[in-house]
């Protein structure tokens, strides 16, 4: 059960750490975003050792609440023993290179998550070492998105760069789609579940106990979105993703955010009717554009009124990038290139000028 006395000054508010079951506990850590707070979760492994679920954001409020949660469950940094982590968001990978400099724990993850980590979130010596962030901007530009927005994709990315604390790549252990992970006495089965990052993994533990990362949360949808130099159609990953889990075993399942459950198949079931919905409206908010449009006019008509800042519009263009990849693959649109601008149109219309211009 929560604990009363969550202090409400270290952990996110009406929150705190909370043993789940016998020797293992969920402990929120603070996130300064709209999404209030990120789960790591803490597992003994049954012959003496603690296994860490993911690591927050990197800040040092973050490492106070760790600290303070792991004292909650009578754990000190030091006996952490393995360190696994789902995909490589900032707020899930944060605290890991100070875990690792505390506890010398190995970090398991799928190894193109950890590629993409350090090539995404690594520090780099010069400016132009960095592909990442100019080819940020050349897809955001290419779609649209307004120059004012355009300017804060390098500050915000060098932040972020800043605030994570990555572990040393020699920490790094590849686990591998399908591998079944021992750790102490637990056996875990590996799940490759692609979509919210590209190589998002799952851990399904052998007694039904499901750590899922952001592949499934309980509350919000998970974001899926296109980056450059990523898998082209996450959508269609995310959907087949689901697929993958939607049988498991599994009892309770443990989100990246939000609190535990039990309903996997009803959550997976109302995610995928969510984004079914959002591809129609989508379609719907094309057809008022007889000659295309391009997918930041088509986020801002989809996401009205919501966007709230220069973070919310990216994640709104790349996860209408999403729905429009996947309806292209389709061939229910189709995408069209002039002076570097993308746009896109219902594919009857172009079959249309297709078939007159074949005449
Ligand atoms: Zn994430």
């Known amino acids: ?57 990197g800040l040092p409020a973050d490492e106070e609440a760790l600290r303070a949660g792991l004292a909650e469950a009578g754990v000190a940094l030091e006996d952490i023993t393995t360190l696994v982590l789902t995909h490589a968001h900032p707020d899930h990978i944060g605290l890991a290179g100070m875990v690792v400099a505390v506890s010398g724990c ?9 590629e993409r980590m350090y090539r995404v979130w690594g520090r780099y010596d010069k ?40 572990p040393g790549r020699q920490s790094i252990v ?13 056996r875990h089965r590996v799940i490759w579940t692609p979509g919210h990052s590209d190589y998002h993994l799952c851990l399904l533990r052998e007694d039904g106990v499901f750590f899922v990362g952001d592949h499934v949360l ?18 269609r990953d995310y959907f087949e993703s689901l697929d993958r889990v939607r049988k498991a075993q599994a009892r309770l399942i443990l989100p990246g955010h939000g609190l535990p459950f039990p309903d996997l198949v009803r959550r ?26 391009q997918a930041w006019q088509l986020a801002s008509a989809l996401f009205e009124g919501r966007l709230r800042g ?22 229910v649109i189709v995408q069209a290139q002039k002076d570097g601008a993308i746009s896109y149109s219902a594919s009857t219309q172009q079959s249309i000028v297709n078939s007159h211009r074949d005449a």
Request: aromatic share 6%; proline share 8%; charged share 25%.
């Open 127 to 166: 400016e132009s070492d960095d592909r990442v962030i100019p080819a940020l901007q050349a897809m955001y530009r290419a779609h649209g998105l307004p120059e004012d927005s355009l300017a804060s994709v390098a500050p915000s990315t060098r932040t972020m760069r800043q605030i994570v604390r990555l």
């Open 106 to 114: 190995p970090v398991y993850m799928l190894s193109r998550e950890a």
């Open 268 to 293: 997976i079931d109302e995610l995928r009717a969510h984004h079914e919905e959002r591809s129609a409206k989508l379609l719907e908010a094309l057809a008022a554009y007889s000659t295309g449009a």
């Open 310 to 331: 220069a973070d919310d519009q990216r994640f709104a263009l790349v996860e209408t990038l999403a729905h429009l990849e996947r309806l292209c693959n389709e061939r």
């Open 218 to 235: 309980p509350s919000i949808t998970p974001n899926i979105g296109v980056y450059p130099d990523a898998r082209p159609d996450p959508l």
């Open 174 to 186: 590849a686990v591998a789609d399908g591998e079944t992970l021992v750790l102490g006495e637990r």
């Open 1 to 57: 059960m929560r604990t009363a006395t969550a202090d409400a000054t270290i952990f996110p508010a009406g929150d705190g750490p909370d043993e789940i079951e016998d020797g293992l506990w969920r402990i929120p850590l603070p996130l300064p975003f709209a999404l209030r707070s990120v789960n790591v979760y803490l597992a003994a492994d049954g012959a003496g050792g603690w296994t860490l679920f993911d690591s927050g954001l």
